[in-house]
């Protein structure tokens, strides 16, 4: 997923890079509202208010003009009224400096979920191999037999179905499974797919991408 973080605080905007690098999304940065509108496409933006050459708002305004991307207001200014106005004009989401990164993750796995086009719904059957995924049943079969799953197992098969082959971050594999308000440790993924791997009978299925996340391992 392609960030553009805008932001003129040369600290912040290199802890972003680094930070979400590090969760598995391509990063790019723009300290003036100029580069940034000569930085898209992107697939989420992270607008600073406060800008050299210019106010956020303006640069808000001017961004929803050439593109659909989700736009998340990361900037100093908390008050009420400053929050309500940045969502009245058409934010995805507000977040007030401090923040962590954990939190700003959850958030722009959150807005890209629900700005994700409706209109391409996924198959109600799945197969990968041997293993089928029956998203109405809600079951999971192994060369036809079905296999007996716990809820937290069936999610992350089926959230890792909905992109075969691509990377998932630990972060969106635990706001999709457990939700964008679950602030618990990412070692309880890899609980649950080891119980899925023993239980498919297919360790290398699902595969751990080493500081990244997993992804469903697909014939290519």
Not at 12 to 29: D, H, M, N, P, Q
Not at 34 to 58: K, T
Not at 130 to 158: F, M, N, W
Request: proline letters at 5%.
């Amino acid at each position: 997923m392609h960030v553009l973080v805008v932001e003129d605080d040369e600290a912040i905007s290199s802890a972003l890079f680094k930070g979400l690098t590090r969760e598995g999304f391509t990063v790019v940065c723009a300290r003036t509202a100029a580069r940034a509108l000569g930085s898209l496409p992107a697939d989420v933006i992270l607008l600073d208010l406060g800008l050299p050459d210019g106010d956020g708002v303006d640069l808000f305004k001017s961004l929803r003009t050439v593109t659909e991307a989700p736009v998340i207001m990361v900037t100093a200014r908390s008050s009420e009224q400053e929050r309500v106005t940045g969502l009245d004009l058409g934010a995805d989401d507000y977040v007030v400096k401090p923040f962590s990164l954990r939190e700003l993750t959850a958030r722009i796995n959150a807005v890209t979920r629900r700005t994700r086009p409706r209109n391409t719904e996924l198959p109600s059957i799945f197969t990968v191999r041997d293993v089928t995924l029956d998203r109405r049943a809600h079951e999971v079969r192994l060369g036809g037999t079905e296999i007996t799953c716990t809820p937290k197992e069936y999610a992350i098969l089926e959230f890792l179905s909905r992109d075969p082959g691509a990377v998932m971050t630990r972060q969106a594999v635990l706001d999709g499974v457990w939700g964008p308000h679950w602030f618990g440790s990412t070692k309880m993924i890899d609980v649950h797919v080891a119980s899925l791997r023993r239980k498919l009978n297919a360790p290398e299925l699902i595969e751990t991408v080493r500081g990244v996340g997993f992804r469903l391992a697909v014939d290519e």
